[in-house]
């Protein structure tokens, strides 16, 4: 890992403080010399008073020089008209996965650019857990070559939960410190391991506290977290929370001090936030928003950052109020008070939008450039070669329908059963055993995990409740935050066939029914990304969901065809499936096989 590389862009925000820039801007605030970029007939959104007011914009260099009264000065080498379109600040997606996307780093940018997205916060996780130090140094590369401002996280959760899964790296504090030494990374990402972090387990005490002696930020997930829980997460130094339950749960984590990242990846919850923060009153000056997962479909379809704040606001959110989560306020909470306003001495990143309801770009400015013009981008991104290892991290490997039945003896087992989606529960159900294997129940659910890094490893399996009825299978390498081979089925013989196609395709999904293959994706990258163009992927995704549409009976807003990538985030509450067994992190459980009792809690009651 080179946690020492340089690039002319390393030293934001202090190139703002170049004294030749700092002069120019003096000069042309007072008409004494041109600007590089004016921008006329335009509204100004001020972030500060909440006015809408006329003014022109007058940029040198990558600064915003002056914003004064329209025609009170001209001189500029270019000029841009607004033609009464809103004068925006850049917006800021506070906590994103690029690698859920599916798409290159390159690729976003080309996409979500366009929209009036200049600033994302990137916790590469996932790229962490399936390549380790090469995929930060891959993840460096592509900050390099994008002009979308890449705010970077050393991942704290590689693995998310040590000796409860198997992922292809071990970041220890000693590796998340040499990575803050870079300063592209600007903080430790999402601390995942709620249950460790409240034992003051000394691996992630000692990862938070290398973030909070490099003077940069410690990130959190918080989900489920209350009372005293709450209060003992945040006191280790944590900062944020994106993993939020109810409007309840939203006031509690205000109240707490966090810094929010309302994400718009759970839509259901949405109306509720708006109208709990409605309730409030004054906008919280610690919300922000963020993205964190979206599918490359929907991120073509319907946007990124924009996308959320279209929805906030059709949900009852003042516009301005979505617009300050998503500019000052974020700014601020990153600790770049470079960005987020359209005023003197602040960084050039501009949006004229068309309106405040569809937040539609026309123009993006990026440090003083034009980088997109009516949807389209304006400069070419240079894509980055991953190295070869990259591209290779799955073992191949040949399943059949036997590796996915539990063997057992007699004619009847006790198993526990992971009941529900998202908010797992334990459960209990007695099967029979038929040739020597258990016989999964019509109404329960298959799910195999298989460690991808390990050419000799063998499934682990286990029963779900309550996920509907499948009539076939699913196989994927996209399933947090391992992101080792996880499939779901109706039978072994289909999850055989799926799990061949992907191991075949180098990483990817597969869905199967009745033997024969009806949709694929291949993401050779990491397991996790294509390098085809949006497009491609976009449309391949697309006959992904179609196909599983037509084998499971989906019961919202739980049982959605998103829950099938969580369903192994063995960091959160509640039973979960990895490759090593079922595991529970709340109570400190694993057991290596789905047959037997229902485990005990901490203090010795049943779950």
């Known amino acids: 890992m080179n946690g020492n590389r340089s690039s002319d862009s390393l030293s934001e925000p202090h190139d703002l403080n170049d004294q030749k820039l700092r002069a120019r801007a003096i000069g042309a605030a007072q008409g004494r010399e041109p600007f590089d970029l004016l921008i006329v007939d335009g509204i100004v959104v001020d972030m500060i008073t909440r006015q809408l007011r006329p003014a022109d914009v007058g940029v040198v260099g990558s600064l915003i020089a002056s914003v004064h009264a329209p025609g009170s000065l001209s001189e500029a080498a270019n000029t841009i008209s607004a033609k009464g379109q809103f004068i925006v600040p850049g917006l800021i997606d506070t906590h994103l996965h690029i690698e859920s996307s599916m798409i290159t780093a390159a690729a976003y940018s080309r996409e979500v650019l366009p929209r009036g997205v200049t600033t994302v916060v990137w916790d590469p996780h996932e790229f962490g857990n399936t390549c380790g130090e090469a995929g930060m140094d891959y993840v460096l590369d592509c900050a390099a070559q994008t002009p979308l401002r890449l705010l970077l996280l050393a991942p704290s959760s590689v693995p998310s939960a040590p000796g409860y899964e198997s992922t292809g790296a071990d970041f220890t504090p000693e590796i998340v410190s040499r990575l803050l030494e870079n300063p592209r990374f600007t903080g430790v990402g999402e601390m995942m391991s709620m249950q460790a972090v409240l034992d003051g387990d000394s691996r992630f005490s000692g990862i938070a506290q290398v973030g909070l002696a490099s003077a940069k ?3 959190g997930h918080a989900r489920g977290l209350s009372g005293a829980s709450l209060n003992a997460y945040v006191a280790a130094g944590i900062e944020t929370d994106h993993e939020l339950t109810s409007p309840e749960d939203l006031e509690s984590k205000l109240q707490s001090g966090l810094t929010i990242e309302m994400r718009g990846s759970h839509d259901h919850l949405l109306p509720g936030f708006v109208q709990k923060l409605n309730e409030l009153g004054a906008l919280p000056q610690s919300l922000t928003l963020c993205t964190d997962d979206v599918f490359v ?11 959320v704040l279209r929805r906030l606001v059709g949900y009852g959110m003042d516009p301005l109020s979505a617009l300050q989560a998503a500019t000052v306020n974020a ?14 001495g602040k960084r050039a990143d501009i949006v004229l939008m068309q309106d405040l309801e569809t937040f539609s770009a026309t123009h993006t400015i990026v440090n003083g450039l034009v980088v997109a013009e009516s949807g389209q981008m304006k400069i070419g991104l240079t894509e980055v070669d991953p190295p070869a290892a990259m591209l290779t991290t799955i073992n191949p490997c040949e399943y059949s329908a036997n590796d996915f039945k539990v063997p057992a003896e007699g004619s009847a087992v006790d198993v526990v059963v992971i009941e529900k989606p998202r908010f797992t529960e334990w459960g209990s159900r007695s099967l029979p055993v038929t040739d020597g294997y258990v016989q999964c129940a019509d109404d329960l659910t298959r799910m195999a995990i298989i460690n991808r890094f390990d050419s000799h490893a063998v499934p682990s399996i286990g029963y779900l409740g ?16 391992s992101h080792n081979l996880t499939i779901f089925g109706g039978n072994e013989e289909d999850m055989a066939v799926a799990a061949n196609a992907v191991s075949s ?12 293959l009806l949709a694929s994706l291949a993401l050779p990258l990491a397991g996790l990304v294509s390098l085809q163009p949006i497009d491609s992927v976009a449309s391949d995704f697309k006959k992904i969901r179609e196909a599983m549409d037509s084998i499971v009976n989906w019961q919202p807003p739980f049982l959605v065809f998103k829950a099938c ?3 192994s985030l063995v960091c959160n509450a509640g039973p979960r499936l990895s490759d090593v067994g079922i595991v529970d992190t709340s109570i400190g459980h694993l057991q290596t096989s789905p047959i037997g009792p229902v485990p005990v809690s901490r203090t010795g009651s049943a779950i």
């Open 217 to 219: 930020r410690v990130c």
């Open 297 to 307: 479909d929907d991120l073509a379809e319907n946007g990124g950052l924009d996308d």
């Open 331 to 344: 700014a601020v909470r990153v600790h770049r008070p470079d960005l987020g306003l359209i005023a003197p």
């Open 466 to 481: 309550d996920w509907g009825q499948w009539q076939g299978a699913l196989a994927t390498t996209v399933s947090h935050d």
């Open 505 to 516: 395709m180098g990483g990817g999904m597969a869905v199967v029914v009745d033997g024969k």
């Open 565 to 567: 990538f969580g369903a």
